[in-house]
């Protein structure tokens, strides 16, 4: 357990609401925690990789090991254990990946592509390599139907050769839950954000942000992110300024929740939903707002990096310097970040050189977050 003040307690979960959590540790009576001091809960377990689809959702959320059925222009049928079968809206959706590639590097460059590429309409990946663009009318269990703008008819894909679809994003409809819900991360990959969610007898129940009721064994939970007003991801937040000055010419600007190379944030054998990814030499600069209280992090170098990587992490407030590591390679352990925003009006993220160039300089600020006032 992560609370807005350090490390908590471990234990069992023993009741939920919107409102808190209460955990029962293995000796001792339960203790009950506020939503808005908590970070996040997770357990030590790894995902259990299975065959399926994925469907895409905004803001990191997604279903794994999913069955897609057929769909029409306004949705799509899914069964997935934490909805069952449901109607997903297709202003929810970012894209479908029918055919998940097996190798873990496509697989991250594709989901990737669905969730940064610019695109204006609708855009089909075929198992061939090649790429259609038109708008998306529908698929069955036979093909999949996109209308191209320099085509009459309807051109009828087979769904076989289909890897994935990916949605316009200029009509998506995704919208935050008023007031706090709960982030569920799922043993089988899945994340979704659930509002109004509840613990009985041994089941979490709720409602997803595109409406469809959520109802899962506790046991499948692995993570859960209470999501107020009191911790904002910055990741979420616009860059106010950012620089970035590389050793060599490698180019490699920062990236928004991924590792600058694209690939989920891995820290110490764990990967991350949230943060920044960044090579030396990257300044990124927030504007800070009242009530604004702390800033926390854990920093490290990204698991992939090798041992060339050589990484200083730096935390400024108004030009002062306020937290500094010492060289970092991907051999060490994270470090947990936490300074005092009192005051302050900017705030700057530096990833530094360490003791070499930047060959190899994977910088991982894992749920870089600003802790405010309640």
């Known amino acids: 357990m992560l609370t807005t003040t350090g490390p908590g307690s471990s234990g069992t979960i023993v009741a939920l609401s919107p409102d808190g959590i209460t955990v029962a540790p293995a000796e001792g009576p339960a203790k009950e925690f506020a939503a808005t001091d908590l970070i996040r809960l997770r357990r030590e377990s790894e995902v259990v990789v299975g065959e399926g689809s994925y469907v895409v959702l905004p803001g990191g959320d997604r279903l794994a090991r999913a069955r897609v059925g057929s769909a029409t222009d306004t949705a799509v049928e899914v069964e997935a254990e934490a909805i069952g079968k449901a109607n997903v809206p297709l202003d929810a959706l970012l894209g479908l990946i029918l055919t998940p590639p097996s190798d873990p590097d496509a697989f991250d460059a594709l989901l990737r592509k669905i969730r940064t590429e610019p695109r204006t309409s609708e855009v089909a990946w075929l198992a061939n390599g090649d790429r259609v663009v038109g708008s998306f009318l529908g698929m069955d269990d036979r093909v999949v139907k996109l209308q191209s703008q320099d085509a009459a008819a309807p051109r009828e894909l087979a769904r076989e050769g289909v890897v994935a679809v990916g949605f316009d994003p200029a009509l998506i409809a995704y919208p935050k839950p008023e007031g706090p819900y709960l982030e569920m991360g799922l043993i089988d990959g899945s994340r979704l954000g659930v509002v109004g969610a509840k613990l009985e007898r041994g089941r979490v129940s709720g409602v997803s942000r595109f409406a469809a009721k959520v109802d899962v064994p506790i046991d499948s939970v692995i993570q859960a992110t209470p999501r107020t007003e009191a911790v904002q991801y910055l ?63 854990l920093v490290g170098v990204d698991g992939r990096a090798g041992p060339s990587g050589s990484v200083v992490f730096r935390v400024l407030t108004d030009g002062k310097a306020r937290f500094t590591s010492d060289p970092l390679t991907y051999r060490d352990a994270p470090i947990a970040v936490d300074v005092d925003l009192e005051g302050a009006k900017l705030l700057i993220l530096a990833t530094e050189f360490g003791e070499r160039g930047d060959a190899r300089d994977l910088a991982d600020w894992v749920e870089a977050r600003i802790v405010r006032n309640p």
Do not use: W
């Open 235 to 297: 990741s979420e937040r616009p860059v106010d300024g950012k620089i970035y000055v590389p050793f060599f010419d490698i180019v490699r600007p920062f990236q928004v929740d991924a590792s600058v190379e694209g690939r989920p944030l891995l820290l110490n054998g764990l990967t991350y939903d949230r943060g920044f990814g960044a090579s030396s030499r990257t300044l990124l600069a927030f504007k800070l707002k009242p009530g604004d209280r702390r800033f926390q992090a």
